[in-house]
């Protein structure tokens, strides 16, 4: 039985659209669609409170916080974006700025501190860049499409726009010019998340096509990657340097940790053939040699192994390909399937289920803890992307206020571990960490003890 983590948080009126963890600070930073700009300290009772509640004028879209200058950045609906200073305690925070960026919903707000620029994109299709000093606009660029995705590289002054055509392009940023760098595609879904590694050179992009393209940009030799490990909605990615780890999540709550340290392989081209490349049966569309053999014409399928055009009867094999980003069982063909080891199979990245839809991610590289925030209104913080099951955050209305509660779990325990959540004989798997099972154990009952339907690790 799957964990829900009760009572139900009633401290969002309305979806949170962004929030980010506080570096060196127990606490956090959100905005939410309710107005609400909100920071999250933890108090000497344990619990977390709300030691900033700022309503503004309009919905908040996206947020940018620059921990080393305590600078807030918050995009709005109605295309402006306000920047606000936090205290250094986090008890207050003081209007600084308002900048008219945009006609309409600004969709991506970053900050680079090297350059005092605030890049900004929204729904009216424009890229914008300001002074974050004087507050002046610096240029700006039409895009094809309303942008979601945007990462910035200081080194080069490159800015990577990814669009809801599916397009990703690259712009080269002076002071109060671009030039257009090139453009490439890869997905036939609309592009969702970007995410950029300064040291490898390497952009990630995730997609509403459920994939995500490793674009290798450093090696200026057009190689693109593709991972296919989501059934949803790609909606985050952030790359964790330190152990060469990818980290993805989609809208139907799947958490993807992908193991970026091994040697990967680009997914061949599909192949054009008017018949069978294994059997030379003929397609359907092959009319003369329909005729001549009088046979009746086959459907087209391709081997995501080789890539060659085949027929069902000559591809009824499945297999995983992990090394090819497929860690989905995928098509492929007899002679490819017969060449595929167990070693080939071995998988290469690891899957959690986050319990809620996710909207947001956010990796905290100092600290290594995770955050997602749902539709559901819930914000979960998760310690560390090898022990992804650890901590769990939820917000909650009491008499006295709005509370943020952390729940801390030992990743992979094993032993029975207590929930206090209101719930008499409430308890959380420490294996699994998911299920709600074994409620009238006892604290410390051994993992042995588990059902094989409450815990499959147990």
Known sequence: ??????????????????????????????????????????????????????????????????????????????????????????????????????????????????????????QDKNFTWHCSESGQQLGTYRTTAWVSGLQFDVETRHAFVGDHSGQVTILKLEQDSCSLVTTFKGHTGNVTALCWDPVQRVLFSGSSDHSIIMWDIGGRKGTAIELQGHNDKVQGLCYASHTRQLISCSS????????????????????????????????????????DSKKIGLRQHHCRKCGQAVCGKCSSKRSTIPLMGFEFEVRVCDSCHESITDEDRAPTATFHDSKHSIVYMHYEPTTGNLLTSGTDKVIKVWMGPSSICCISVS???????????????????????????????AFLCGVCMFSLCLREFSLGTPASSHSPKTCSLG
Not at 262 to 273: A, G, Y
Request: charged share 20%; net charge negative.
């Open 395 to 425: 917000y909650k209305t009491s008499m006295c206020g709005t509370v943020m509660q952390w729940l801390a779990l030992l990743p992979h325990s094993k032993k029975v571990l207590s929930l206090s959540l209101g719930l008499p004989g």
């Open 252 to 291: 139907d709550g799947g958490i993807v940790i992908w193991n970026m340290d091994v040697t990967r392989q680009e997914t061949p081209e599909w192949l054009d053939s008017d018949s069978c490349q294994k059997c030379e049966q003929p397609f359907f569309w092959n009319f003369k040699q329909m005729w």
């Open 1 to 122: 039985m799957a964990a829900e983590i009760q009572p139900q948080p009633q401290g969002f009126q309305e979806v949170v659209s962004t929030a980010v963890i506080i570096p060196k600070e127990d606490g956090v930073i959100s905005v939410s669609e309710d107005r609400a700009i909100r920071v999250w300290l933890k108090r000497d009772s344990g619990q977390y409170w709300p030691s900033v509640h700022h309503t503004v004028s309009s919905s908040c879209s996206c947020m940018s916080f620059n921990p080393e200058t305590r600078r807030l950045l918050v995009g709005m609906d109605t295309g402006s974006i306000c920047e606000f200073i936090l205290s250094e305690d986090y008890n207050k925070m003081t209007p600084a700025h308002t900048y008219q960026a945009h006609q309409s919903r600004v969709t991506v707000v970053l900050f680079v501190l090297e350059m005092e620029w605030l890049l900004s994109t929204g």
